[in-house]
């Protein structure tokens, strides 16, 4: 799949809402860094077998090991391994794809915790229904009774959280499917995914589990693509994101008694439908933000 000549930014097929999160000091973007993380993972099993069976057996999800073992890292650590080479690949190119388009639209940082947490309600979506499956200990619409123990593993469920972003973002950019090879809305595609691992949930296909996963994934996407506010907080294991930041050095004085004007917002939102959010410099950046504040105040 792909966007179809990039231009998910551009006329009609542009975001729901401009709020660019701000740019990365980083010399690549947070989706690239994803990948590559992902990428070497997988090499381990090639080049270093071993070194692969010990993030396996200590990374991969399961009821019995994140629940009954009390191992919740194990939430995060599942999205970065793979069954094999196809897995892999079919995961990183819906990164590649579409997760610049959220990058852009949350900033690296607050992009990286709402690919993160989709995962981990993969996760938790995939543990309730084996739970519960398990319980029950018969097949019933839904639930997953297999084995506790079963392992599950990939970014599928941070990826379908990444599309259900991009359809909320650019409802209607067009999206060129490589099989079969047609092109579609971006909330077409989006749905008519989330829909199709439904039904294969539903019936109880071999990948069940991976279906459920999907769909937390998507559900999460979803919510929190429309509350980005509830992601701030997600990395204050590394410090209190509550506390207010010192600033950094003296900030320009903006025109107009304190405030940026409606023409320098509208020549950056002219910007944005030229050439996409990716063009901004960081002052055009702030200016959005700082509009966008004012908005949601009243």
Same mark, same amino acid.
């Given at each position: 799949?792909?966007?179809?000549? +990039?231009?998910?930014? !551009?006329?009609?097929? =542009?975001? +729901? =809402?401009? +709020?660019? =999160?701000?740019? /990365?000091?980083?010399?690549?973007?947070?989706?690239?860094?994803?990948? @590559?993380?992902?990428? &070497? &993972?997988?090499?381990? %099993?090639?080049? @270093?077998?071993?070194?692969? /069976?010990?993030?396996?057996?200590?990374?991969?999800? /399961?009821?019995?090991? @994140?629940?009954?073992? &009390?191992?919740?890292?194990?939430?995060?650590?599942? !999205?970065?391994?793979? @069954?094999?080479?196809?897995?892999?690949?079919?995961?990183?190119?819906?990164?590649?794809?579409?997760? +610049?388009?959220?990058?852009?639209?949350?900033?690296? %940082? %607050?992009?990286?915790?709402?690919?993160?947490?989709? =995962?981990i309600f993969g996760g938790v979506m995939y543990l309730v229904l084996n739970f519960l499956g398990s319980v029950v200990g018969i097949n019933f619409p839904l639930l997953l009774p297999n084995d506790p123990a079963t392992p599950l593993i990939g970014a599928s469920a941070g990826v379908y959280g990444v599309v259900m972003a991009c359809a909320y973002i650019a409802p209607n950019a067009t999206i060129q499917l490589l099989f079969p090879p047609i092109p579609m809305k971006m909330k077409t595609f989006a749905y008519g995914f989330v829909a199709l691992a439904f039904v294969l949930l539903l019936f109880g296909t071999r990948n069940a589990g991976g279906q459920a996963a999907h769909l937390g994934g998507a559900i999460a996407g979803f919510f929190f693509i429309r509350n980005t506010h509830l992601l701030i907080d997600f990395f204050d294991v590394l410090g209190d994101s509550r506390k207010p930041k010192q600033p950094k050095g003296p900030r320009r004085p903006r025109g107009g008694g304190g405030g940026v004007s409606k023409d320098e917002v509208d020549a950056v939102l002219a910007k944005v439908q030229a050439t996409g959010l990716g063009s901004l410099s960081d002052r055009e950046r702030e200016i959005l933000r700082d509009a966008t504040e004012r908005q949601r105040r009243g």
């Open positions: 799949m792909g966007l179809h000549d +990039r231009a998910y930014m !551009q006329g009609e097929n =542009g975001p +729901r =809402g401009l +709020r660019p =999160g701000g740019g /990365s000091s980083l010399p690549f973007s947070m989706s690239t860094l994803l990948i @590559a993380i992902n990428v &070497i &993972i997988e090499l381990f %099993k090639y080049v @270093a077998p071993g070194v692969w /069976s010990i993030l396996f057996q200590y990374g991969h999800f /399961s009821t019995a090991e @994140a629940i009954y073992g &009390i191992e919740f890292w194990r939430f995060l650590s599942f !999205q970065f391994l793979h @069954a094999n080479l196809m897995h892999l690949a079919f995961n990183m190119m819906g990164i590649w794809f579409l997760g +610049r388009l959220v990058e852009d639209q949350l900033g690296p %940082k %607050k992009y990286l915790a709402f690919y993160l947490v989709c =995962g």
